[in-house]
Structures are given as structure tokens and as C-alpha cells.
Nanobody
């Protein structure tokens, strides 16, 4: 099973940016990947997907602000988050689009003024 490790989270103020990274333990070249987030008291939600061919989809709440990308040579998926809002605060996780891998620890994103 692929192991996934998220990093890059932190504390930012509204309007600022963060870039998250998801490092996989093996090749993800042929795997559609996604970023998920879970805020306190809320269900985990899928916010961005990138297919093996590079097509992307986003939740309406982040569309136009977040960009998912991948570097298959590095077995890594990224999430560029711009114009962050307080409602973006959550623990962010990566996984396959179908969430077939074990969940990692995630990385905390806090957006506070």
C-alpha cells in the first residue's frame, strides 16, 4: 500500500497563501489523486482532484483560489492555496481519488486574523 505524507501547513492570515505537498512512497503516475480537508465538527470533504492525465476538478468553495498539481518524477502532489479564508481552516489530507490508501496524519492549515 502506498504511504502518503502531507506537509506545508501552517498559520496564515486571511488573503495569504500556502503550498501543501503530498509525498508518496511509490509511483503515483497512473493514479488519480485528491486533496481532502476536514474542519472541526465537519465531515471530510474532497476539495481538489487531479487525474493521471492532468485534468483537474475543484469543489466550488475553492475554485479559482486553489490549484492542484503533480510531479510524477517526485511522486508528489501539490495544492497551491491562494486567497485563503477562515473557512479554509482544516486538516488537509491527500489520498487517491477513491481514498484507497491509508490516511496519513494530514497537515494543519489555520487561517486567522
Amino acid at each position: 500500500q502506498v504511504q502518503l505524507e502531507e506537509s506545508g501547513g501552517g498559520l496564515v492570515r486571511p488573503g495569504e497563501s500556502l503550498r501543501l505537498s503530498c509525498a508518496a512512497s511509490r509511483s503515483i503516475t497512473y493514479t488519480a489523486m485528491g486533496w481532502y480537508r476536514q474542519a472541526p465538527g465537519k465531515e471530510r470533504e474532497l476539495v481538489a482532484v487531479i487525474t493521471s492525465g492532468g485534468s483537474t476538478n475543484y469543489a466550488d468553495s475553492v475554485k479559482g483560489r486553489f490549484t492542484i498539481s503533480r510531479d510524477n518524477a517526485k511522486n508528489t502532489v501539490y495544492l497551491q492555496m491562494n486567497s485563503l479564508k477562515p473557512e479554509d481552516a482544516a486538516v488537509y489530507y491527500c489520498n487517491t481519488r477513491g481514498a484507497t490508501a491509508d490516511w496519513g496524519q494530514g497537515t494543519q492549515v489555520t487561517v486567522s486574523s
